[in-house]
T-cell receptor
Framework: EAQVTQNPRYLITVTGKKLTVTCSQN?????MSWYRQDPGLGLRQIYY???????DKGDVPEGYKVSRKEKRNFPLILESPSPNQTSLYFC?????????????????FGPGTRLTVT | GNSVTQMEGPVTLSEEAFLTINCTYT??????LFWYVQYPGEGLQLLLK?????DKGSNKGFEATYRKETTSFHLEKGSVQVSDSAVYFC?????????????FGQGTILTVHP
Protein backbone atom coordinates (compact mmCIF):
# COMPACT_ATOMS: atom_id res chain seq x y z
CA GLU A 1 0.00 0.00 0.00
CA ALA A 2 1.35 3.42 -1.01
CA GLN A 3 1.72 5.52 2.09
CA VAL A 4 3.58 8.10 4.11
CA THR A 5 4.23 7.11 7.71
CA GLN A 6 5.17 9.32 10.63
CA ASN A 7 6.33 8.51 14.12
CA PRO A 8 5.44 9.19 16.78
CA ARG A 9 1.79 10.13 16.28
CA TYR A 10 1.61 11.90 19.60
CA LEU A 11 4.38 13.41 21.69
CA ILE A 12 4.46 15.48 24.85
CA THR A 13 7.84 16.86 25.78
CA VAL A 14 9.50 19.64 27.76
CA THR A 15 11.24 22.78 26.60
CA GLY A 16 14.77 22.19 25.39
CA LYS A 17 14.68 18.41 25.07
CA LYS A 18 15.82 17.45 21.57
CA LEU A 19 13.41 15.35 19.56
CA THR A 20 13.07 13.83 16.11
CA VAL A 21 9.91 13.08 14.19
CA THR A 22 10.46 10.47 11.51
CA CYS A 23 8.84 10.39 8.10
CA SER A 24 9.06 7.60 5.57
CA GLN A 25 7.42 7.04 2.17
CA ASN A 26 7.29 3.89 0.04
CA UNK A 27 6.43 5.50 -3.32
CA UNK A 28 9.97 6.34 -4.44
CA UNK A 29 9.10 10.05 -4.46
CA UNK A 30 11.92 12.57 -4.90
CA UNK A 31 10.05 15.48 -3.33
CA MET A 32 9.29 15.53 0.39
CA SER A 33 8.11 18.29 2.67
CA TRP A 34 7.18 19.13 6.25
CA TYR A 35 4.22 21.31 7.23
CA ARG A 36 2.80 22.49 10.50
CA GLN A 37 -0.90 23.05 11.01
CA ASP A 38 -2.16 25.67 13.45
CA PRO A 39 -5.75 26.83 14.04
CA GLY A 40 -6.73 29.69 11.76
CA LEU A 41 -3.45 29.50 9.82
CA GLY A 42 -3.90 26.38 7.71
CA LEU A 43 -0.73 24.48 6.86
CA ARG A 44 2.59 26.23 6.51
CA GLN A 45 5.68 24.70 4.97
CA ILE A 46 8.69 24.24 7.26
CA TYR A 47 11.29 22.58 5.01
CA TYR A 48 11.30 20.67 1.79
CA UNK A 49 13.62 18.40 -0.13
CA UNK A 50 13.85 18.00 -3.88
CA UNK A 51 16.03 14.90 -3.65
CA UNK A 52 18.62 13.12 -1.52
CA UNK A 53 21.01 15.61 0.10
CA UNK A 54 19.00 18.57 -1.30
CA UNK A 55 16.97 20.47 1.27
CA ASP A 56 15.71 24.04 1.54
CA LYS A 57 13.74 26.29 3.86
CA GLY A 58 10.03 26.80 3.60
CA ASP A 59 8.04 29.62 5.16
CA VAL A 60 8.60 28.84 8.83
CA PRO A 61 11.98 27.07 9.23
CA GLU A 62 13.14 28.70 12.48
CA GLY A 63 13.81 26.17 15.23
CA TYR A 64 13.77 23.15 12.91
CA LYS A 65 16.32 21.05 11.04
CA VAL A 66 15.93 18.31 8.48
CA SER A 67 18.11 15.80 6.71
CA ARG A 68 17.67 13.68 3.60
CA LYS A 69 20.25 10.91 3.53
CA GLU A 70 17.96 8.39 1.83
CA LYS A 71 15.19 8.95 -0.65
CA ARG A 72 12.50 7.34 1.51
CA ASN A 73 13.22 9.15 4.81
CA PHE A 74 12.94 12.80 5.77
CA PRO A 75 13.20 13.31 9.55
CA LEU A 76 12.28 16.59 11.25
CA ILE A 77 14.56 17.58 14.11
CA LEU A 78 13.81 20.02 16.90
CA GLU A 79 17.13 20.68 18.62
CA SER A 80 15.66 22.73 21.46
CA PRO A 81 11.85 22.68 21.33
CA SER A 82 9.88 25.61 22.69
CA PRO A 83 6.16 25.95 23.53
CA ASN A 84 5.50 27.89 20.30
CA GLN A 85 6.37 24.73 18.40
CA THR A 86 3.33 22.99 19.86
CA SER A 87 1.45 22.06 16.71
CA LEU A 88 0.23 19.32 14.39
CA TYR A 89 2.95 18.30 11.95
CA PHE A 90 2.50 16.67 8.56
CA CYS A 91 5.02 15.10 6.25
CA UNK A 92 4.21 14.91 2.55
CA UNK A 93 5.78 13.47 -0.58
CA UNK A 94 5.11 13.74 -4.27
CA UNK A 95 6.18 12.86 -7.78
CA UNK A 96 9.27 14.55 -9.18
CA UNK A 97 8.90 17.91 -10.94
CA UNK A 98 9.25 16.38 -14.39
CA UNK A 99 6.02 14.47 -14.00
CA UNK A 100 4.39 17.25 -11.97
CA UNK A 101 4.60 19.62 -14.94
CA UNK A 102 2.34 17.30 -16.90
CA UNK A 103 -0.39 17.95 -14.36
CA UNK A 104 -0.04 14.53 -12.80
CA UNK A 105 0.69 15.98 -9.43
CA UNK A 106 -0.47 15.03 -5.97
CA UNK A 107 1.13 15.41 -2.59
CA UNK A 108 0.56 12.43 -0.30
CA PHE A 109 0.32 13.30 3.36
CA GLY A 110 1.19 11.30 6.42
CA PRO A 111 -1.30 10.91 9.30
CA GLY A 112 0.22 13.71 11.36
CA THR A 113 2.19 14.06 14.58
CA ARG A 114 0.64 16.05 17.40
CA LEU A 115 3.43 17.65 19.40
CA THR A 116 2.99 19.41 22.72
CA VAL A 117 5.93 21.26 24.27
CA THR A 118 5.47 22.31 27.89
CA GLY B 1 3.90 36.25 -2.36
CA ASN B 2 1.21 33.65 -2.86
CA SER B 3 -1.81 33.51 -0.59
CA VAL B 4 -5.12 31.67 -0.31
CA THR B 5 -8.21 32.96 1.48
CA GLN B 6 -11.11 30.70 2.42
CA MET B 7 -14.50 31.64 3.76
CA GLU B 8 -14.79 31.81 7.50
CA GLY B 9 -16.13 28.71 9.18
CA PRO B 10 -17.33 26.60 10.72
CA VAL B 11 -20.10 25.64 8.33
CA THR B 12 -23.01 23.59 9.65
CA LEU B 13 -25.53 22.03 7.26
CA SER B 14 -28.30 19.49 7.28
CA GLU B 15 -27.95 16.35 5.19
CA GLU B 16 -28.82 16.87 1.50
CA ALA B 17 -28.21 20.62 1.69
CA PHE B 18 -26.18 22.46 -0.96
CA LEU B 19 -22.60 23.31 -0.04
CA THR B 20 -20.41 26.17 -1.17
CA ILE B 21 -17.02 26.96 0.36
CA ASN B 22 -15.46 30.06 -1.13
CA CYS B 23 -11.78 30.23 -2.00
CA THR B 24 -9.87 33.09 -3.59
CA TYR B 25 -6.16 33.31 -4.26
CA THR B 26 -3.29 35.65 -5.04
CA UNK B 27 -0.41 34.28 -7.07
CA UNK B 28 1.99 35.17 -9.83
CA UNK B 29 1.84 33.27 -13.08
CA UNK B 30 -0.51 30.37 -13.54
CA UNK B 31 -0.80 28.28 -10.39
CA UNK B 32 -2.41 24.89 -10.04
CA LEU B 33 -5.31 24.82 -7.60
CA PHE B 34 -6.38 22.09 -5.19
CA TRP B 35 -8.93 21.17 -2.59
CA TYR B 36 -7.76 18.87 0.17
CA VAL B 37 -9.97 17.21 2.79
CA GLN B 38 -8.96 16.19 6.31
CA TYR B 39 -11.20 13.73 8.11
CA PRO B 40 -11.00 13.60 11.91
CA GLY B 41 -7.69 12.16 13.11
CA GLU B 42 -6.31 11.71 9.62
CA GLY B 43 -3.91 13.40 7.25
CA LEU B 44 -4.89 15.42 4.21
CA GLN B 45 -6.24 13.77 1.10
CA LEU B 46 -6.47 15.36 -2.30
CA LEU B 47 -10.14 15.89 -3.15
CA LEU B 48 -9.84 17.53 -6.55
CA LYS B 49 -7.56 19.73 -8.62
CA UNK B 50 -7.43 22.04 -11.63
CA UNK B 51 -4.24 22.98 -13.43
CA UNK B 52 -5.36 25.72 -15.82
CA UNK B 53 -8.00 28.40 -16.21
CA UNK B 54 -11.59 27.18 -16.79
CA ASP B 55 -10.70 23.62 -15.79
CA LYS B 56 -13.27 21.96 -13.58
CA GLY B 57 -12.08 19.50 -10.98
CA SER B 58 -14.55 16.96 -9.64
CA ASN B 59 -14.59 14.01 -7.28
CA LYS B 60 -17.12 12.31 -4.98
CA GLY B 61 -19.83 14.77 -6.01
CA PHE B 62 -17.68 17.81 -5.24
CA GLU B 63 -16.78 20.30 -7.97
CA ALA B 64 -14.66 23.42 -8.32
CA THR B 65 -13.90 25.55 -11.37
CA TYR B 66 -10.65 27.46 -11.87
CA ARG B 67 -11.74 31.07 -12.52
CA LYS B 68 -8.75 33.18 -13.43
CA GLU B 69 -10.78 36.36 -13.99
CA THR B 70 -12.03 36.30 -10.40
CA THR B 71 -9.00 34.40 -8.97
CA SER B 72 -11.38 31.93 -7.36
CA PHE B 73 -11.78 28.18 -6.91
CA HIS B 74 -15.00 27.70 -4.95
CA LEU B 75 -15.92 24.21 -3.77
CA GLU B 76 -19.51 23.03 -4.31
CA LYS B 77 -21.58 19.94 -3.69
CA GLY B 78 -25.23 19.57 -4.50
CA SER B 79 -26.24 17.29 -1.63
CA VAL B 80 -23.97 16.79 1.36
CA GLN B 81 -23.89 13.70 3.56
CA VAL B 82 -22.97 13.22 7.19
CA SER B 83 -19.81 11.47 5.98
CA ASP B 84 -18.67 14.74 4.34
CA SER B 85 -18.04 16.25 7.77
CA ALA B 86 -14.37 17.22 7.71
CA VAL B 87 -11.99 20.15 7.34
CA TYR B 88 -11.54 21.42 3.78
CA PHE B 89 -8.44 23.23 2.61
CA CYS B 90 -7.99 25.20 -0.57
CA UNK B 91 -4.40 25.31 -1.81
CA UNK B 92 -2.30 26.44 -4.71
CA UNK B 93 1.02 25.40 -6.17
CA UNK B 94 3.16 27.62 -8.31
CA UNK B 95 6.48 26.97 -9.98
CA UNK B 96 9.79 28.76 -9.85
CA UNK B 97 12.07 28.40 -6.86
CA UNK B 98 9.19 27.29 -4.66
CA UNK B 99 8.46 24.35 -6.93
CA UNK B 100 6.29 21.78 -5.25
CA UNK B 101 5.33 23.94 -2.30
CA UNK B 102 1.65 24.13 -1.50
CA UNK B 103 0.22 27.35 -0.09
CA PHE B 104 -2.88 26.60 1.98
CA GLY B 105 -5.89 28.54 3.09
CA GLN B 106 -6.83 28.47 6.75
CA GLY B 107 -9.27 25.58 6.37
CA THR B 108 -13.05 25.41 6.73
CA ILE B 109 -14.69 23.04 9.19
CA LEU B 110 -17.82 21.43 7.76
CA THR B 111 -20.31 19.65 9.99
CA VAL B 112 -23.29 17.88 8.44
CA HIS B 113 -26.19 16.84 10.67
CA PRO B 114 -28.65 14.03 9.86
Amino acid sequence: EAQVTQNPRYLITVTGKKLTVTCSQNMNHEYMSWYRQDPGLGLRQIYYSMNVEVTDKGDVPEGYKVSRKEKRNFPLILESPSPNQTSLYFCASSLPPGLAESGDYEQYFGPGTRLTVT
Amino acid sequence: GNSVTQMEGPVTLSEEAFLTINCTYTATGYPSLFWYVQYPGEGLQLLLKATKADDKGSNKGFEATYRKETTSFHLEKGSVQVSDSAVYFCALRSGGTSYGKLTFGQGTILTVHP
